[in-house]
Every structure is written in C-alpha cells, then in structure tokens.
C-alpha cells in the first residue's frame, strides 16, 4: 500500500514568516500534486511536479519533487491570512496523465494570523 | 464556464439507508472520480468511471456502488449505510489523455445518524 506522510499536520504561524511542509513516501510516484482546499469545499490544484528534482514556483509558493520521486515540499515566503487552509500532497503511482487514481496525504492545516 | 457541480451540498441520513450522490463534471471533462473525505483525514479514493464503465476501484466495500452516464455525468450510491459513512464525497473530474490535474467539486456533506 502507498502512503503519502506529511508534516507538520498542524501549523500555525503569524503573517510574514516563511514555512515549509513536507511530503514524504517510501514509494516512488509517477507524479505528484498539491492541493489547497478551504472549509466546506473541494480541493484546488495548486501544482503538479513530474520530473525528479524538479522545483516549480507560483509567485510565493515554491515546490519540489525529490530527486528520487518519493518526496516533496512546498515552502511558502512571507506566509499571509490568504494563505490559510489544508494543503494536501498527492501522489499518481502510475503514469499516463490523469488515469489513475490519486493517494493523498493527510495534509497540513496552516493558519497564518495578522 | 462551469466547474465541477455536486448535489446535494448536505444530507442527513438514518443507520441502514441508501443514499444517491450526483456529480457533473467540468465541460469537456470526460472522467469522473470520486473521493471520500473523512474529518481530518486527505481524500480516499472510491472510484472511477471514463466511458461508462468503473475503470478503477480503491479499497471500498460492495455497499459503494457508481454509474455514469452519456453525458458524463455521475451517480455514488451507498447502500446500508454505517455511521463511519459519515464524511464529505468528493467528485473529481479530468480529461483523459491530456494532464494531470483534476478538477474537485465542493463535495456533499453526508451525515450519518
């Protein structure tokens, strides 16, 4: 069974600090996605890695994929209250696009306060 | 240019009963996954559909059943439900053959009594 471990679970910090959440799994993904989703609805997809090492930036949201595709994180710069919410990592064992299910982690809850 | 649509947004059902979830996915989307969200917990994978058949099955019981129809749009059913069937259903659609992402829908909040 492929498991996708994250931490922190929980994190809370004030507006303007940087943070980092990680991702980790001892299996290896053809893919992997995070996933922001808000109280009372779906996830939104934020970023999907599938190159090894590759590291894709949006705006103050940086992103990794390990060298070896069984880890990832995602660090957030001058972290703000719109930052808010769960981000849930998720892993495509197989390849071929969005065939496949996806193995989600349990994700981070992050506050971030004024 | 609609998103994913889920209806009901909540339900409130009795121990035993049977419940029907409906999904539209996004236009152009021709696949339909479902998820189950339990508090706390990430997104565990029900289902797939993709040219009306059940392409993919996680680890769920028989008592989880799906349908999708020419229009791509989608049916969960649950039958006998149990208390610890209480969680948010997800519908997530995609294109196959082109990307990785899928769309989510805002889920329907079911509750079990």
């Known amino acids: 069974t492929q498991l996708l471990e994250q931490s922190p679970q929980f994190l809370s910090i004030q507006e303007g600090e940087n943070l980092t959440v990680y991702c980790n799994s001892s299996?290896?993904?053809?893919?992997l996605q995070w996933y922001r989703q808000e109280p009372g609805e779906g996830p939104v997809l934020l970023v999907t890695?599938?190159?090894?090492?590759e590291v894709k930036k949006l705006k103050r949201l940086t992103f990794q994929f390990g060298d070896a595709r069984k880890d990832s994180s995602l660090h957030i710069t001058a972290a703000q209250p719109g930052d808010t919410g769960l981000y849930l990592c998720?892993?495509?064992?197989?390849?071929?696009?969005?065939?496949?299910?996806?193995?989600f982690g349990k994700g981070t809850k992050l506050s971030v306060k004024p | 240019d609609a998103g994913v649509t889920q209806s009901p947004t909540h339900l409130i059902k009795t121990r035993g009963q049977q419940v029907t979830l409906r999904c539209s996915p996004k236009?152009?989307?021709?696949?339909v996954s479902w998820y189950q969200q339990a508090l706390g917990q990430g997104p565990q994978f029900i289902f797939q559909?993709?040219?009306?058949?059940?392409?993919q099955r996680g680890n769920f019981p028989d008592r989880f059943s799906g349908h999708q129809f020419p229009n791509y749009s989608s049916e969960l059913n649950v039958n006998a439900l149990l208390l610890g069937d209480s969680a948010l259903y997800l519908c997530?659609?995609?294109?196959?053959?082109?990307?990785?992402?899928?769309?989510f829908g805002s889920g329907t909040r079911l509750t079990v009594v």
């Open positions: 997530a659609s995609s294109f196959t053959g082109t990307g990785y992402g899928y769309t």
């Open positions: 299996s290896v993904f053809s893919s």
């Open positions: 890695v599938v190159t090894g090492g």
């Open positions: 998720a892993g495509r064992a197989n390849p071929g696009g969005s065939q496949g299910n996806l193995i």
């Open positions: 236009s152009g989307h021709d696949t």
């Open positions: 559909y993709y040219e009306e058949e059940e392409r």
